[in-house]
């Protein structure tokens, strides 16, 4: 029988080199195929040195080709290994993503300190300030974009782009979504490990119709577990963005959180911390402030970490209903609420702006619009 090599490719096209994101044929992993007859020669570079993943890409190509081609071909696979330059300090890891410039992961130590609430509001202050934005909730715990933003029925459409069939975002507020909650039922209970939710969140990356973004934020699930280690060491992320809430408790689960951005297998940079819930004020009375969870913590725990410290966002119940309406509370205008989220973004931009000029030229990963940003003091 006689293979035809455009057969093979595409079949190819269905699999990803072990621990790559994009399939081998697109991220240019196999670098040359060649048919006689029934037998199949792929010359494939991969990134990884170990024994078990060059194992990997040849049991994958080999399964792949005769499950989809032919049962009976005969495969040869030459893998070479070309191991990255070991990081410096501050590289972005995985593979950059074309159009998207910033990845920015919002995490916390502790459940419940605002974490989703923060990531909704800065992803539309930063629109409403002229950025490209998108956000990606990869809290497989609990997904709460989808109600965040008011799209909960929707169900993202595949779309066809450069002839491959891509996931289109939902977009409300000027915000491009994709959560994890649009593929499971509202009350079905997933349990993920972190290998397959960090395939999810590769597959709503680079298989979805993003375009270009300025920011693609990731709210990623509380805590600091397995899970986190598999997202963040398959995304090339820009930075994290740490949220507690004054609370000796949830400072504690922040500096771990912190912790686990810098230590060496992870490395991200921390952007800074982000105080939620500072002060509770009433609506009816709206300059008394009452420090329920504990004055200024999570200001001292970033001082006691040396990163910076990015705001205080106020406990008030208009946030609470805005986020349960679908329609985050920064998009209110002329309030000390809007005000509130703009000195936070502003504080995030710049130290975005800030890390990215600590980076090499070639790592370095650009803003592309400072729009309506003119407060950034760069
Ligand atoms: N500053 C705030 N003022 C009032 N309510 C708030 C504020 N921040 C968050 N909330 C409310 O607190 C609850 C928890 O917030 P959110 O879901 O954002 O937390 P989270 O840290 O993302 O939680 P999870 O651990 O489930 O991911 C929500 O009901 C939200 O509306």
Redesign the pocket.
């Known amino acids: 029988m006689k293979l035809s090599k455009q057969d093979i490719l595409k079949a190819l096209e269905t699999i990803s080199v072990p621990g790559e994101g994009q399939n081998m044929i697109e991220s240019g992993a196999v670098k040359n195929v060649n048919v006689f007859g029934d037998e199949v020669v792929v010359d494939i570079t991969i990134k990884n040195p170990s024994l078990q993943a060059k194992k990997r890409t040849e049991v994958d190509i080999l399964k792949t080709i005769h499950d989809k081609v032919y049962q009976k071909a005969k495969v040869k696979t030459n893998i070479s290994v070309e191991a990255p330059a070991k990081p410096k300090t501050n590289t972005i890891k995985g593979n950059p993503i074309p159009g998207i410039n910033n990845i920015i992961a919002v995490a ?1 130590g502790k ?7 923060i990531t909704a509001n800065l992803a539309v202050t930063l629109a409403k300030m002229g950025f490209k934005v998108g956000v990606l909730d990869a ?1 497989i715990y ?1 997904p ?1 974009m989808p109600i965040m933003f008011d799209v909960a029925d929707e169900k993202p459409l595949a779309v066809n782009v450069d002839g491959k069939s891509k996931m289109k975002p939902i977009e409300n507020y000027g915000v491009k979504i994709l959560s994890i909650g649009f593929f499971t039922q509202p009350n079905q209970a997933v349990v993920w490990r972190g290998p397959m939710a960090a395939k999810a969140l590769n597959q709503m990356i680079f298989d979805a119709a993003w375009g270009e973004l300025d920011f693609l934020l990731l709210d990623l699930p ?1 805590g600091t577990g397995d899970i986190h280690l598999s997202i963040m060491q398959s995304l090339p992320i820009t930075g994290a963005v740490v949220v507690s809430t004054p609370q000796n408790v949830a400072l504690a689960d922040a500096k771990k959180g912190v912790a686990m951005f810098q230590q060496e297998s992870i490395n991200v940079p921390v952007l800074g911390i982000v105080e ?2 500072a002060y509770f004020t009433p609506a009816e009375l709206p300059e008394n402030k009452y420090y329920i969870f504990g004055q200024e913590g999570a200001k001292h725990l970033s001082e006691d970490l040396e990163v910076p410290f990015l705001g205080e ?4 119940q208009s ?2 209903e805005a ?2 309406a679908g329609r985050p509370a920064g998009l209110q205008t002329g309030t000390p609420l809007e005000e509130a989220f703009e000195n936070l973004t502003r504080n995030v931009v710049e130290e975005v702006v800030r890390r990215n000029e600590d980076l090499p030229p070639t790592e370095a990963i650009k803003i592309t619009t400072m729009a309506g940003c003119s407060a950034v003091k760069k």
Do not use: A, E, F, Y
């Open positions: 916390s459940g419940g300190v605002g974490k989703s609430t809290d609990g709460s509380p939620n819930m966002i106020p406990l008030v946030i609470r986020g349960d």
